[in-house]
């Protein structure tokens, strides 16, 4: 072979898992690299030992550190950053004089492995070529013999040196996961599965068809006997025992003002681990399904009895998702299920809500930022309150030069309401006060347009709109790509 770089995958361990396309580059290859720690022992090269040769030229790239401690200069990053230039210019060396070098690595070359520095610094300078490897996450999923994914499941791999809070979100709003890099991380990533909910799930797989090899349930895993080659793993969901449960939970869920962008992490995560859905069936269209769960939809005007039948359901053991859209504690579900929640048969079910983005602030959001100083939040439905208290707070809040937040502004059968609300506004609003009319927020029709409160049309508002009305201070600027945005200063006159 002419001189070419080689990224050559080993696999989890077990030398006889290596492919046939990697034993035939090591056989024919001039150098063999492999980075090592300063001990000088090398787990790639321990796999690959069958077939190096005594006449191959050996590289042992030694890592000078191995944890973020040392007295380099720059730091950890500038000593490997060095390391790693050191490392590369030796290869380049034997490249120059035609000589094919294989770099070895442990699992996949470009997964999680220290060939990739190489391979970045080399690969726009000589022929190359990546042998893909069996990674860890495989081989800890063949070894528990369960599925990892299944369907439309989606399979999330964490580095264990992120951040606890960032571990716990991710590892809440995912079917499956995989969490690698463990060793001195192992603590914090079992306090996140256990803050995200899911420690029961999780299982433990160390040095996966290495010897030593052990597996385990992760939650009876001591803290202290987890070396740096173990993962964490959060299998499939798909026909998983159920739990045994005396009792159930309502969870209210907020999706939002529209598909799954605008859900939270922890939001997803109840979807994905509930026994059953309910809710409005708009709504939970817009939640994927999921094998073994049940959706149980209804009509938008029987929230009491949506209300009821969760609980029910919860009280028999079920884990019970009421979807709501926006926020469910903003003119939405949450209201309807702490109330009959209220009632002596149903105060030992746990009710918890989590919050979700509100078609307020995601209209607020598209538009600029009318909300930045105080706002109120009204309902111009006259469904279950008299339209006498709406306009009585209507005209309390324009008389405080409060920015408005209209909801429920109109329907089919309320046509009426916006051109009031408009009338009564304009008692102490001027004419030309910024309106933001934000029809379908995240979805496929969105519109959002900014018109003056004089000229706003009732016919153009319906049930999928939400107003937000400027106070006095609130401005409208045109930019200089034409573009209108609106904004209400947090600093408010003679302040």
């Known amino acids: 072979m002419s001189a070419k770089l080689y990224g050559v995958g080993l696999g989890p361990g077990d030398p006889s898992l290596m492919t046939v396309r990697a034993v035939e580059v090591i056989a024919d290859a001039d ?22 040769r005594a006449d191959h030229i050996e590289e042992r790239l030694v890592y000078p550190v191995t944890t973020e401690t040392t007295d380099h200069p720059g730091g950890y990053r500038g000593a490997m950053e060095e390391f790693y230039a050191e490392a590369a210019a030796r290869l380049a060396a034997h490249l120059d004089a035609g000589r094919t070098v294989a770099v070895l690595a442990e699992g996949d070359p470009l997964f999680y492995g220290s060939y990739m520095h190489m391979h970045k610094r080399l690969t726009g300078r000589y022929d190359t070529e990546v042998i893909p490897g069996v990674t860890s996450v495989s081989a800890a999923a063949a070894r528990l013999g369960t599925p990892l994914v299944e369907g439309e499941e989606v399979l999330t791999i964490l580095p264990g040196t992120l951040p606890e809070e960032e571990l716990t979100a991710r590892l809440a709003a995912t079917d499956a996961a995989v969490v690698m890099k463990l060793g001195r991380t192992f603590p914090k990533v079992r306090r996140a ?46 026909g998983a025992e159920p739990r045994e449960r005396a009792r159930g939970e309502v969870v209210v869920v907020g999706t939002g003002p529209a598909g799954p962008l605008w859900l939270t992490p922890e939001t997803r995560g109840a979807l994905a681990a509930a026994d059953d859905l309910v809710g ?26 949506r209300a009821e039948f ?19 504690g903003i003119f939405a579900m949450a209201t309807a299920v702490l109330e009959v929640a209220a009632q002596p048969r149903y105060t030992d079910v746990p009710v918890r809500v989590l919050p979700g983005v509100t078609a307020a602030n995601a209209a607020a959001a598209r538009a600029g930022a009318p909300l930045g100083h105080d706002y109120a939040t009204i309902s111009l439905s006259d469904r279950l309150k008299p339209w006498e208290v709406i306009a009585e707070r209507l005209r309390a809040a324009t008389a405080a030069d409060l920015v408005l937040a209209l909801y429920n502004p109109g329907s089919r059968s309320r046509t009426w309401q916006v051109g009031k609300a408009r009338e009564l506004l304009l008692e102490h609003r001027a004419p030309d006060t910024p309106v933001v009319v934000a029809r379908d927020v995240g979805g496929s029709g969105e519109r959002v347009r900014i018109v003056r409160l004089a000229d706003l049309d009732p016919a153009e508002v319906d049930m999928r709109t939400v107003l937000l009305v400027g106070s006095s201070q609130t401005r409208a600027v045109r930019r200089g790509d034409g573009e209108e945005i609106v904004w209400t200063p947090r600093r408010y006159p003679e302040a």
């Open 31 to 52: 150098v063999i690299a492999y980075h090592s720690a300063r001990h000088g022992r090398s787990i790639a090269r321990s796999i690959a030992a069958r077939h190096i």
């Open 193 to 238: 599965l256990a803050g995200s909910g899911r420690l029961d799930e999780a299982r433990y797989v160390e040095r996966a068809t290495m010897d030593g090899e052990r597996t385990a349930r992760l939650a009876d895993v001591a803290e202290d006997s987890v070396p740096y080659f173990s993962v964490a793993v959060l299998p499939s969901r798909v």
């Open 280 to 305: 409005y069936t708009t709504y939970l269209d817009r939640v994927p399904h999921r094998p073994g769960q049940e959706r149980h939809g209804s009509d938008n005007r029987v929230e009491s009895e």
């Open 310 to 328: 969760a609980l029910d359901l919860a009280r028999r053991g079920r884990r019970v998702a009421v979807v709501s859209g926006g926020d469910p």
